[in-house]
């Protein structure tokens, strides 16, 4: 049986596994499944993962969530080059440093400029009031300002002269608010270049195709089954509002 991974990339974490196996040719069946259309609740998707988030990955009997868990599964299984996860000490220690960082900084105000920005009034129908708009931007703000000043610094990439899992993790999650139409890159020289060495170093092909869903949201949402989402509104709003 091929290895399988389980992923929808309007999901930031799901977009970085994509990208790391797709840039080291790592063989997948690529598993479509749709969280706004709640197929993570499925019954077979449940037999994949209790956890009923995505990304997901099945080799043969084995199953695995979590994003990170997942590509340093793959990093061991298929001896991916040394620059994503190095032996080096300190680069790996940086590299950590990002990951345990980012959850609770940049992925969680990413994803509520996102919600907050997008999907809150267009799917929900619920109008978002301008004083958690200016919170969240508030927040999102330092997160960036630390990507630029603490974990960048005068460095081509996070952990050093190259791209690491580290900037993979970073550039999807910083992605997610530019598509709900805010450019989070306008005004900061330095980040802009940084994810345009990103996107060179993972291939601008391949950055464009794990970024077009989610590029292209503003416009998908319009065409979105509204009533499919509305069994998860009292939690999206618990957990944003």
Request: charged share 25%; net charge negative; aromatic share 10%.
């Amino acid at each position: 049986m091929a290895l399988e991974l389980y992923l929808d990339l309007l999901s930031q974490p799901c977009r970085s596994v994509y990208m790391f196996a797709k840039k080291n040719n790592i063989p997948f069946d690529f598993k479509k499944l749709s969280l706004m259309d709640g197929e993570q609740y499925g019954e077979e998707f449940g037999k994949i993962s209790l956890i009923r988030k995505v990304p997901a990955l099945r080799d043969g009997d084995f199953c695995l969530a979590e994003s990170i868990a997942i590509m340093l599964y793959l990093a061991e299984k298929f001896k991916t080059p040394d620059f994503w996860y190095p032996a080096d000490l300190q680069q790996r220690a940086r590299i950590n440093e990002y990951l345990s960082w980012q959850h609770m900084a940049i992925r969680m105000h990413g994803s509520k400029m996102f919600w907050l920005r997008l999907l809150i009034p267009k799917i929900l129908g619920v109008e978002v009031p301008q004083d958690k708009l200016d919170a969240a931007l508030e927040d999102l703000n330092g997160s960036l300002k630390l990507v630029e000043e603490k974990f960048i610094q005068d460095r081509p990439f996070i952990a050093g002269d190259h791209i690491s899992l580290a900037d993979l993790v970073a550039i999807v999650e910083i992605m997610q608010p530019v598509g709900s139409g805010l450019d989070v890159f306008e005004g900061r020289p330095k980040l802009s270049a940084w994810r345009d060495r990103v996107q060179a170093a993972i291939g601008k092909e391949l950055f464009d195709e794990a970024h077009q869903a989610i590029l292209g949201a503003q416009e998908s949402v319009t065409l979105m089954d509204a009533s499919k989402m509305q069994f998860l509104k009292p939690k999206i709003l618990k957990l944003f509002m």
